[in-house]
């Protein structure tokens, strides 16, 4: 079964620039989306169709691709930006995936 | 102001069946496809299932196919997630989530989910 995968954490000080990647073989094809949560809240879309930020998303928050990986970037990440983000996108057969996700530790 | 609110969940034994719905409310239902995802205490998200604006296209996890269904009451603006042979693997946090498109692609908008419970 198609599978995305992403790193189980990433790290950055307050202010420094945070990258999550995920990849995946039918990202050349597929779109991938970011989803952010925090703790006991339902997830909440920050990027979508590989790069486009939905209204109130700040502006730190960006998305890139490059063949079968994608990127979420955090420009100056904020201690309020710690949560877990999950990419998504679909296989082949249109069914749905989602990375494992990744926790964002900003200290 | 677009509003997903999910019912039903609650605990219930294995190969028992449980019927989930999601009111939805500020958009035009019928114009979005829906899908239900979940989320197993202290894990990750799982795509459980889409259904097109029509119904016309339907999709679902290879964890749940052939167990659980899928429908929508587009006079009713309501999902609906029939889930048959329930197992403790189902237990989870089940969210309701919009699509962007009449189509299957993804989510912009979810509802808070309900909690189901599968245990003797």
């Known amino acids: 079964s198609y599978e995305l995968t992403q790193p189980p954490s990433v790290s950055v000080s307050p202010g420094q620039t945070a990258r999550i990647t995920c990849s995946g073989d039918?990202?050349?094809?597929?779109?991938p989306y970011w989803y952010q949560q925090k703790s006991g809240q339902a997830p909440v879309l920050v990027i979508y169709?590989?790069?486009k930020r939905p209204s109130g998303i700040p502006e730190r928050f960006s998305g890139s691709s490059s063949g079968t990986m994608a990127t979420l970037t955090i420009s100056g990440a904020q201690v309020e930006d710690e949560a877990d983000y999950y990419c998504?996108?679909?296989?082949?057969?249109?069914?749905?995936?989602f990375g494992g996700g990744t926790k964002l530790t900003v200290l | 102001e677009v509003q997903l609110v999910e019912s039903g969940g609650g605990l219930v034994q294995p190969g028992r069946s449980l019927r989930l719905s999601c009111a939805a409310s500020g958009f035009t239902f019928d114009d979005y496809a829906m899908h239900w995802v979940r989320q197993a205490p202290g894990k990750g998200l799982e795509w459980v299932s889409g259904i097109s604006w029509n119904s016309g296209s339907i999709g679902y996890a290879d964890s749940v196919k052939g167990r659980f269904t899928i429908s929508r009451d587009n006079a009713k603006n309501s999902l609906y997630l029939q889930m048959n042979s329930l197992r403790a693997e189902d237990t989870a946090l089940y969210y309701c989530?919009?699509?962007?498109?009449?189509?299957?692609?993804?989510?912009?908008?979810w509802g808070q989910g309900t909690m189901v419970t599968v245990s003797s």
């Open positions: 039918a990202l050349p094809k597929k779109y």
């Open positions: 989530a919009k699509d962007f498109w009449s189509g299957l692609s993804a989510f912009d908008i």
């Open positions: 998504y996108s679909t296989d082949s057969s249109g069914k749905g995936v």
């Open positions: 169709e590989d790069s």
